[in-house]
């Protein structure tokens, strides 16, 4: 049985032994092919498809705060007056996106371009009710997420 690990009496190790001589890479080379195979597999795997879930409550709110911080920070690099009320927002409204969009895609199962569709859809809606009454509470889900540095 020639390649299958049993030597021939012509392949048998030097010096008069019996024992047979053995070619590690017949043993290994196999097993290397197949790990890189297996690891190649789970390199390009897409994990299995999840359905996303209705957002809960909280999620939602945190979604609609997104949009709120994001407009008015906007409105403050714009110069509006009735935004500079508020402590700058650029960067702690955008880190605050940042989180609550992750936690949509790790916890209810949307991609990004799902995020992306509700956060337009979020600012839609804002933009036609406007932030003022939102503020209150959007500052402080923002506080609470993302303390202001001092």
Known sequence: MEGFGRATNSEKGGC?????????????????ALGLSLAAVAAGAEPPATRPRALTADEHAALRCAAVLAIVAGQQAQGVPAAQQYPPLARRGREFFVQTGARLIDEAGLDDAAVKSAAEAEAAAVRAQGTAPLMPFCLSLLDAQVPAQP
């Open 16 to 32: 008069g032994s019996d024992s047979p001589r053995y070619d590690a890479g017949m043993i290994f080379r196999p097993l290397l």
